[in-house]
């Protein structure tokens, strides 16, 4: 049977074969998805993560800056890694000041520290997810241990890709999505 580590490095090199046009008219779709599925007027802070460019990852920035232009009280938040196997997260405003880390991901060096408490949607990273909500990561657990400090947030995936059927390598660790937006459809799960 093939492991996490093997879909992870599998579906890795699948986006990066993705052209330039074909990443673009993805997240623009997903942005449509986003934005016909999430009322983002009823929310009151948002966390993202910040794109690597790099790895074809979902542009966040473009849900993001609808969501505020939908809502311009949104409270963005972001976040950086930590030796500890923590997060820590920021307010993305104009004290924000991000640099791209060793492993090329953005993230922020200097700004004021988010209240998580306040957090009530979080856009997560992920390289493949399942019909039933589970994701394949980066493999650090940084987001899984995020994710169980804020049970009551809703836990929303951006996938350049549809689901596979179902990723068995689950375990009590792994929380998991509440949806995830896809370029054709946004998945609900439980």
Same mark, same amino acid.
């Given at each position: 049977?093939?492991?996490?580590?093997? &879909?992870?490095?599998?579906?890795? #090199?699948?986006?990066?074969?993705? !052209?330039?046009?074909?990443?673009?008219?993805?997240?623009?779709?997903?942005?449509?998805?986003?934005?016909?599925?999430?009322?983002?007027?009823q929310y009151?802070?948002?966390?993202?993560? &910040? !794109?690597?460019? #790099?790895?074809?990852?979902?542009?966040?920035?473009?849900?993001?800056?609808?969501?505020?232009?939908? =809502?311009?009280?949104?409270?963005?938040?972001?976040?950086?890694?930590?030796?500890?196997?923590?997060?820590?997260h920021y307010?993305?405003?104009?004290?924000?000041?991000?640099?791209?880390?060793?492993?090329?991901?953005?993230?922020?060096?200097?700004?004021?520290?988010?209240?998580?408490?306040?957090?009530?949607?979080?856009?997560?990273?992920?390289?493949?997810?399942?019909?039933?909500?589970?994701?394949?990561?980066?493999?650090?657990?940084?987001?899984?241990?995020? &994710?169980?400090?804020?049970?009551?947030?809703?836990?929303?995936?951006?996938?350049?890709?549809?689901?596979?059927?179902?990723?068995?390598?689950? =375990?009590?660790?792994?929380?998991?999505?509440?949806?995830?937006?896809?370029p054709h459809?946004?998945?609900?799960?439980?």
């Amino acid at each position: 049977m093939v492991d996490k580590n093997v &879909l992870r490095k599998v579906y890795l #090199e699948k986006r990066l074969t993705l !052209s330039d046009d074909e990443l673009e008219t993805r997240n623009i779709n997903i942005l449509k998805q986003t934005l016909a599925h999430f009322d983002f007027s009823q929310y009151k802070c948002i966390h993202t993560f &910040l !794109s690597m460019v #790099e790895k074809k990852e979902v542009n966040t920035h473009l849900i993001v800056a609808k969501a505020t232009d939908v =809502n311009e009280a949104l409270t963005v938040v972001t976040s950086k890694t930590l030796k500890d196997g923590q997060l820590e997260h920021y307010i993305v405003d104009d004290d924000l000041r991000v640099e791209t880390n060793k492993w090329g991901i953005p993230q922020p060096v200097q700004g004021t520290l988010a209240d998580i408490s306040k957090i009530d949607i979080v856009l997560v990273p992920l390289i493949a997810f399942d019909k039933v909500g589970h994701r394949i990561g980066y493999g650090k657990g940084y987001y899984d241990r995020f &994710l169980k400090k804020i049970p009551h947030a809703t836990k929303v995936g951006v996938s350049l890709s549809p689901p596979l059927d179902l990723i068995p390598y689950s =375990n009590e660790h792994d929380v998991e999505l509440d949806f995830c937006i896809t370029p054709h459809k946004v998945y609900k799960f439980q």
